[in-house]
């Protein structure tokens, strides 16, 4: 069975530009979440979204937006990029939106900006 | 003050080494708990799972969660050059605002030498 997938692989942009970063969850899940990792750091929460509504929604500023589409795929959008804002993108998927659903991780999008 | 606290390492031990990680937590409402595997440039995989308070057992792995003591741990027995990689920790709490909002700590990062 075909994992959590995500696109593109790596990316670089620079300063003030805007990026869409994709993910297809694992069949039969429902909920997507995505996650920022800084290097050396661990994930930090950004958002998550069940049944195409946001669910939850980490400390990051308004730059940062997403959407679930109806089969269930997301979108994560980062406006006017900052040089803080290069990091490994996840995306973790998972049955619910609930604690007791366990979250699978996709291999992440490196963006790189310049 | 951090969520979630994690010695980054790194941690070097020898092959057929007990490897032992741990991290703490200052939010009591955390009630599951979870150790990753990443891989350099890669996603996160589940290793271990543990709801509340006690240990679980997956092959060579060993999770414990001690809710009194905010404290949760993964063994590794017979540790292989395979097992080199940053463990994560992860926890999420009950509510509805906090499901699916994974806390991870920083990773440790884990090299066995052959």
């Known amino acids: 069975d075909a994992g959590v997938t995500q696109s593109p692989t790596h990316l670089i942009k620079t300063r003030g530009q805007q990026v869409t970063l994709r993910c297809s969850p694992i069949?039969?899940?429902?909920?997507v979440s995505w996650y920022q990792q800084v290097l050396g750091q661990g994930p930090q929460f950004i958002f998550q979204y069940y049944e195409k509504e946001e669910r939850g929604r980490g400390n990051f500023p308004d730059r940062f937006s997403a959407r679930q589409f109806p089969n269930y795929s997301s979108e994560l959008n980062v406006n006017a990029l900052l040089l803080g804002d290069s990091a490994l993108y996840l995306c973790a998927s998972s049955t619910r939106a609930s604690g007791t659903d366990t979250q699978y991780f996709g291999p992440g999008t490196r963006l790189t900006v310049l | 003050q951090k969520e979630v606290e994690q010695d980054p390492g790194p941690l070097s031990v020898p092959e057929g080494a007990i490897v032992s990680l741990n991290c703490t937590y200052s939010n009591s409402a955390f009630q599951y708990f979870m150790w990753y595997r990443q891989y350099s440039r890669k996603g996160p995989e589940l290793l271990m799972y543990t709801y509340s308070s006690g240990n679980k057992e997956d092959g060579r792995f060993t999770a414990q969660v001690d809710k009194s003591s905010k404290y949760i741990s993964l063994f590794i027995r017979d540790s292989q050059p395979s097992d080199s990689a940053t463990y994560l920790c992860a926890m999420s709490g009950t509510t509805t605002d906090s499901w699916g909002k994974l806390q991870f700590g920083a990773g440790t990062q884990v090299v066995v030498t052959p």
């Open positions: 069949s039969g899940h429902k909920s």
